[in-house]
């Protein structure tokens, strides 16, 4: 087993290598506007998940994700000549669903600004029903004995 610092420099370089490999080798039209986001390697060393976000329609999703798993072999290739591991790593391809998230709780910060908004409205011109400290004192105690 390797330590947790070497297997994150060497996802770190695994994610750089295969950013580079698709901008300047893979010539695939299927592939569309893909940016690798990060990649996480096992503590043995032998397999990569390499995270990737590609923007545009479904379709164009799933060309790109088809088109990332026809070019594994050269990606892996690229990887272990660059590297120069005794093992080089599998590597799975996996869409990051972050801009998704992101998107949801954009959308749910909106709804928590409205809602903020109105209850501010609702509240204009309005006071306290009963005394603005309603809470007994142990001063107030002292100068009632």
Do not use: C, N, W
């Not at 590609?54 to 000549?81: M, Q």
């Not at 309603?134 to 100068?143: F, I, S």
């Amino acid at each position: 087993m390797a330590d947790e610092g070497r297997a994150r420099r060497l996802a770190v370089r695994i994610r750089e290598i295969v950013a580079d490999t698709l901008e300047r080798q893979v010539k695939d039209p299927r592939l569309g506007m893909v940016t690798v986001t990060g990649s996480k390697l096992t503590s043995d060393l032998r397999e990569a998940t390499v995270f990737y976000t590609v923007y545009g329609t479904d379709e164009e999703k799933a060309a790109s994700a088809a088109a990332l798993e026809s070019a594994k072999g050269v990606l892996r290739s690229t990887v272990g000549k660059r590297t120069g591991v005794k093992f080089t790593p599998t590597l799975a391809f996996v869409a990051d669903e972050i801009p998704e998230h992101a998107a949801t709780i954009d959308d749910l910060l909106a709804k928590a600004r409205a809602a903020d908004t109105e209850l501010a409205r609702s509240r204009e011109g309005k006071g306290y029903a009963g005394e603005a400290d309603p809470y007994r004192r142990d001063d107030e105690d002292d100068a009632e004995a």
